[in-house]
């Protein structure tokens, strides 16, 4: 059951890991606005009126 | 389904969804209320850029009157207002109230297709911010503030920079502690669940090592998560007075002693796994106090009231310079609609200053040459030329400000704090017995472990915790019936007034529903040539009045001539015509009112328009449920209400009228020192010094993203008949806190009646704080939602 020492040491560097990416999510602001991205994703791109017709050619 | 939305957008404006006049404008099918929303349209279609009119229906705003923004080209004012500048690429950010729906979003991120001098541009929608990145060397920031107010999003550039004030208030580190001790907390409890369950022979060699990373782990848990509650102990012990973090703090300390003492001795498995969960909930507890609103500021002064930058003459030469290098003697140019920044004396022009900011009186006022104009007025006709006598910093308004008596002098001590100092006497005393007793008893060990026990289990983190969690709930209540409340420390004064001061024009009377109303006659034919002439000024009370009109063709005019801010004359179909205030009319009229728009047609007297504020709905049934409170009227406007006033406000409450801003402020501190607790309702300016100065200030507004003086709360003009729910439901909250304590104290006496015999064992007293917290928090949540229910505000 040695190993044990091994998993426990494991599991801890596992959560050092998490929890220092966490300061750096945090520390580069993304977690500032965390309501306009789910706006943002909703938005269509750009569709054209050549676009649509090459489009409706193309399939 | 494509016919009625035909339908529907025929009767309103395609771009602002503001009702059609009858003439109204068109192009491309569409149809639009003024020339201005026509021409963000045109603006948009010509740079492809119609989608904004896709994601949501007549997303717009009207346009506001122009602006000037010569300023903008001053070096030393760009660079206070850069972010970031580098060789040909610059940002900024620019707070832009008109933000409110996703096609602002799309329509300000595509920037670029207007002008591909700006590279990208990326919106913070609940802040109403949007950061622009643009090469500075193609675009000017003038031309980029011009860009934005052609498609209808005007950035508020003022002296108090609303953005960057913003960035610096939020405390980005209790975030981080808070992650920290999450983490230390889950591999704690991981690590202690071998003891709580029994260890075996063969598992006992794993535990030294779990107690070492026990303790391991608490050493930031203690000393970084938990370094404020060190701090704030030294502090307040310095000054003689005991806090809610002194007992915690203590507590902290006697944990994370007890846990080394153990494990390095190997006598037990300590505390660690209830420090951390300790040090965990405290800070959470704590965030949520911390909590604000992002969108509203509460902690406005003059200054975000003030322009940046005036124009000032240097040897007749007209030049922008910023409002904090104003000195006395320079010459200010103000334009119509323009503030006058400090207190200066009137050279040349002829002024009718709006002084609505400083004294609340709504009627211009007309001062003559060589006369002073205090700051904040507000000018309502042509340019003037002033000479400032006294810098912005020590002028009358800003006085009001750096005022001294404001409330910092008053000990303002909540229930917690008041608490916490019985608390932790009681808990010394009872300690001190335990260890006295097992020291008679010659137990040493045992009266070591009592008095750490005590300590440990007569925690007061239930007592950290109710307050955020009621006042928290409470807060989120208020909000979704539009009271904004500053923070959860504000809502504790709310439910100790006793005094409620009323400010009147904006408070108890609403400035949106203001009714055009004619005194005098006209005729369809007189109708239409009133409307053909008020059509083709900009200001506010023509288009007033040119709504409330609403007629269905115009004429043609000659002659056409404007005094700004007075009056208006035209030829129409041979008949000469005046609209405006008195002393611009040809002839002279005795007996009516000076207020209002005159009309004379042809040298006959006509009638006037005026504008009749409306007292808000409900008035008198929220006075009358508010009649257990002492009630007070301060207006700064003429008496002219009095009689409607006195038939709703009980006898013996105070009303008075002409109230200047220092007169308000020196009522409420009078109050204060005859041991009332006052609470004011104002709205504008002229009340910020009262607001300041009462322990509770609510700052009325129809619109939530107008500029509202600081204030504990901003009060929606529609909540306002709310208000004794509100007061009530804050008072209940209290209610709630007292109780969820009396629940605190019964589990401690379980606690300390296994820590005085010295047997707690660290698995009770780590079961039993979570079971109490969770008793708690459960509690609070319930409870104030069965108040609020009570209150019918859920």
New interface residues.
């Given amino acids: 059951m040695n190993i044990l020492y091994f998993l426990v040491g494991c599991s801890v560097l596992m959560a050092l890991i998490f929890l220092g990416a966490f300061f750096w999510a945090y520390k580069t602001g993304q977690n500032d606005d965390v309501h306009t991205p789910g706006i943002r994703v909703l938005f269509d791109d750009e569709v054209t009126a050549e676009k649509s017709e090459e489009d409706h050619f193309s399939s | 389904m494509e016919d009625q939305s035909k339908t529907t957008t025929k009767a309103i404006c395609y771009h602002c969804g503001e009702d059609l006049p009858k003439v109204k404008y068109q192009t491309d099918d569409k149809d639009f209320c003024c020339a201005g929303c026509m021409a963000v349209f045109k603006i948009l279609s010509e740079n492809n850029l119609c ?1 904004y009119y896709v ?1 949501n229906n007549n997303p717009g705003r009207q346009l506001k009157n122009e602006s000037h923004l010569e300023y903008l080209d001053d070096p030393k004012i760009i660079d206070q207002l850069l972010d970031y500048k580098h060789e040909s690429s610059g940002i900024i950010t620019f707070y832009i109230p008109a933000i409110h729906c ?1 096609s602002c ?2 329509l300000l ?1 595509h920037l670029y297709k207007i002008n591909p001098a700006i590279f990208s541009s ?6 109403k911010q949007v950061t622009i990145n643009f090469n500075h060397e193609e675009i000017s920031l003038k031309h980029l503030v011009e860009t934005l107010n052609q498609i209808g999003y005007e950035p508020l550039i003022s002296l108090q920079d609303v953005v960057k004030a913003h960035s610096s208030s939020v405390d ?1 580190t209790l ?2 502690k808070i ?2 001790a999450g ?1 230390l907390m ?2 704690v409890m ?2 202690s669940f071998p003891e709580y369950f029994g260890l075996s022979g ?1 598992e006992k060699q ?1 535990q030294s ?1 779990f107690g070492w ?1 026990n303790l391991a782990f608490s050493i930031p848990a203690a000393f970084y998560c938990g370094r404020d509650y060190f701090t704030s102990a030294i502090t307040s012990i310095k000054h003689k007075h005991i806090n809610l973090d002194t007992p915690l703090a203590l507590i902290i300390a006697v944990l994370f002693l007890r846990t080394a003492f153990e494990v390095i001795f190997a006598t037990g498995p300590g505390f660690a796994d209830t420090l951390t969960g300790l040090v965990f909930l405290l800070l959470m507890g704590k965030w949520l106090k911390q909590r604000t609103y992002h969108h509203i500021s509460f902690d406005r002064d003059y200054r975000s009231y003030f322009p940046i930058a005036v124009t000032t003459l240097e040897k007749g030469k007209e030049k922008p310079v910023s409002i904090n290098d104003i000195k006395i003697g320079d010459r200010l140019w103000i334009r119509n609609g323009e503030l006058v920044p400090a207190d200066a004396i009137l050279m040349k022009g002829d002024a009718w200053v709006d002084m609505s900011f400083v004294t609340g009186e709504s009627e211009p006022i007309h001062k003559v040459l060589g006369e002073i104009i205090y700051a904040g007025g507000r000018q309502t006709t042509e340019a003037i030329e002033l000479e400032v006598i006294k810098p912005v910093s020590q002028s009358y308004l800003t006085g009001l400000w750096n005022n001294e008596n404001y409330k910092n002098n008053i000990e303002k001590q909540n229930f917690n704090d008041s608490v916490a100092k019985y608390f932790s006497l009681g808990v010394f005393l009872i300690a001190f017995a335990a260890t006295a007793y097992w020291l008679f008893q010659h137990d040493s060990h045992k009266a070591w472990s009592a008095f750490t026990a005590v300590i440990i289990v007569a925690c007061p983190c239930v007592l950290a915790l109710s307050t955020p969690f009621t006042l928290s709930a409470i807060l989120s209540v208020f909000d979704k019936k539009g009271f904004y409340v500053k923070n959860t420390d504000a809502v504790e004064e709310l439910a100790k007034c006793d005094t409620l001061i009323f400010d009147k024009t904006g408070t108890l009377t609403s400035n949106e529903n203001a009714e055009i109303c004619f005194s005098g006659s006209l005729t369809n034919e007189e109708k239409l040539i009133v409307a053909s002439l008020l059509r083709n000024s900009t200001h506010p009370l023509s288009r007033h009045i040119l709504k409330a009109l609403n007629v269905e063709r115009f004429y043609s005019l000659n002659d056409y001539k404007e005094v700004v801010g007075k009056g208006l004359s035209a030829q129409i179909n041979s008949h000469t015509i005046y609209a405006g205030h008195l002393s611009m009319l040809p002839v002279t009229i005795k007996s009516v009112g000076e207020t209002g728009v005159h009309i004379v047609i042809d040298h006959n007297y006509k009638g006037c328009f005026d504008i009749k504020q409306q007292w808000r709905p409900g008035l008198a049934q929220l006075v009358s449920k508010l009649s257990k409170f002492n009630l007070q009227v301060l207006s700064g406007d003429t008496d002219k209400d009095r009689s409607m006033l006195t038939t709703i406000f009980p006898e013996q409450s105070t009303i008075r009228f002409r109230q200047r801003p220092h007169q308000k402020l020196d009522a409420v501190l009078s109050l204060q020192e005859s041991g009332n607790t006052v609470m004011m309702l104002g709205d504008g300016l002229n009340d910020a010094g009262a607001l300041k100065q009462s322990n509770f200030g609510i700052a009325l507004t129809d619109n939530i993203n107008n500029f509202t003086p600081g204030c504990d709360a901003i009060l929606q003009g529609g909540g306002l008949n709310l208000l004794p729910h509100f007061i009530q439901l804050s008072k209940d909250g209290l209610k709630v806190i007292k109780i969820s304590f009396a629940i605190a104290i019964a589990y401690n006496c379980i606690g300390i009646y296994y820590a005085v015999q010295g047997t707690l064992y660290p698995l009770v007293a780590a079961v039993l704080m979570p079971v109490s917290t969770v008793t708690i928090i459960l509690f609070t949540t319930l409870a104030t939602r069965w108040f609020a229910r009570k209150n019918k505000l859920i």
């Fill in positions: 989608n994601y996703s979003i799309w991120e990326r919106i913070d929608f609940l802040k980005k975030v981080l992650a920290v983490f889950g591999n991981l690590f063969f794993f090592l990373l």
